[in-house]
């Protein structure tokens, strides 16, 4: 069967087995040695009801696993509540799943880790560079929280803001990294909008459009990243935009700011600038207060010293730059760049030569490195 098709019903199939009394973690189990089987035995001959054919072989196999003395008494309940031959519903459990995983048992840190891994598709690798922490660092984490709800029943959901943390890092992931998942998280987010009356649920959901209404300016034709200044503005979605910057107002209007309603509104005031030249940076340095008295985060911080850069000039966030650790990642980039506005162009060379070294991804090492090269070939003339 075709992997895309596999990796989008992998949700639906997991969500079944979990509801039948399956526990998480032998329930995933389950769920991939089907997938090799459908990869193995039917790689051109898929069945006529994709998903059926897998809850059918994911639930046996699950059997299988469970066979034991001390287990039969349950493995014999199981087994004749195992699913009818037949067409499967067509239910869309993925949103079910993400509460599902953000159990109350997990950490809200280890239940994103848990469901990026087991319902995102994302590696433990892509994970790991969301997080910022060492692969293996990440790689037990998931391998705790798997332990932690293996047997556990998933009869109390977790909260909506763990949900929204998973959606976020699966859009940015999606957004900017290998696997594309950006369009799946709108839509799974949009179908969480319609169900609920959370101002953050409507926060995410316009800084997701916003950001991606940008999405087709954001690359060459030769795959290279254009940088905001650069982009052709006349390519970005204006639907998109217009959608976002009213979901956000209506959020805003509620007077419960959070932090996905201060990033959606940085992104759209970048949105709302006719060109690069005209943007309020004096307001978006405000949202960047704003938005690190929410979180305290280092990266938000960072972002905030290239906006006090640009509203203040170079040398102001430079300084601003000098109160973070320079092993926040891309500080080394904002350097660079902060640097070359100041005027030099050496110190900024061999920062971005530095920052290419460190960059999370092809995509953006290749950038950093012809920043590099540019300024390098500059100084030798």
Not at 103 to 121: E, I, K, M, Y
Request: with cysteine; proline share 6%.
């Amino acid at each position: 069967m075709d992997e895309a098709l596999l990796r989008s019903l992998t949700p639906g199939v997991l969500a079944v087995l979990v509801r039948r009394g399956a526990d998480f973690a032998a329930a995933e189990d389950a769920v991939q040695e089907a997938l090799i089987e459908a990869v193995r035995s039917r790689p051109a001959d898929p069945p006529r009801d994709p998903k059926g054919w897998l809850v059918t072989v994911a639930w046996r196999k699950f059997l299988d696993a469970t066979r034991s003395d001390s287990a039969r008494r349950r493995r014999e309940d199981l087994a004749e509540e195992e699913p009818p031959p037949g067409p499967a519903p067509a239910v869309d459990d993925t949103l079910q799943l993400y509460f599902l995983c953000a159990h109350p048992s997990l950490t809200p840190s280890s239940a994103v880790a848990l469901t990026l891994r087991a319902v995102g598709g994302l590696t433990t690798r892509q994970i790991a560079r969301a997080y910022l922490v060492p692969e293996a660092t990440m790689a037990q984490r998931i391998s705790r929280a798997k332990r932690t709800v293996s047997g556990v029943r998933f009869d109390r959901p977790g909260d909506v803001a763990t949900v929204l943390r998973v959606l976020y890092l699966v859009f940015n992931e999606g957004y900017s990294g290998d696997v594309d998942l950006a369009a799946e998280a709108i839509r799974l987010t949009r179908q969480l909008a319609a169900s609920i009356d959370h101002p953050e649920v409507a926060g995410l959901l316009a800084l997701m459009l916003l950001h991606h209404a940008r999405r087709a300016s954001r690359t060459a034709p030769d795959g290279s990243l254009v940088p905001l200044a650069e982009q052709d503005r006349g390519r970005w979605d204006t639907t998109s935009i217009a959608e976002g910057i009213g979901i956000l107002q209506m959020a805003l209007a509620r007077d419960r700011l959070g932090e996905f309603q201060a990033q959606a509104a940085i992104a759209a005031l970048h949105a709302d600038a006719p060109t690069a030249e005209q943007t309020d940076w004096v307001q978006i340095v405000e949202w960047y207060d704003e938005l690190a008295r929410l979180t305290d985060s280092p990266v938000v911080r960072l972002n905030r010293a290239v906006a006090v850069g640009e509203a203040d000039g170079p040398r102001a966030g430079l300084a601003a730059l000098a109160a973070l650790d320079d092993s926040v990642p891309r500080h080394a980039a904002v350097a660079a760049y902060l640097h070359e506005r100041d005027g030099d162009p050496a110190t900024a060379a061999l920062l971005y030569a530095e920052a290419a070294r460190r960059a999370p991804n092809l995509a953006e090492r290749d950038h950093l490195t012809r920043q590099a090269a540019r300024l390098n070939a500059l100084l030798s003339h």
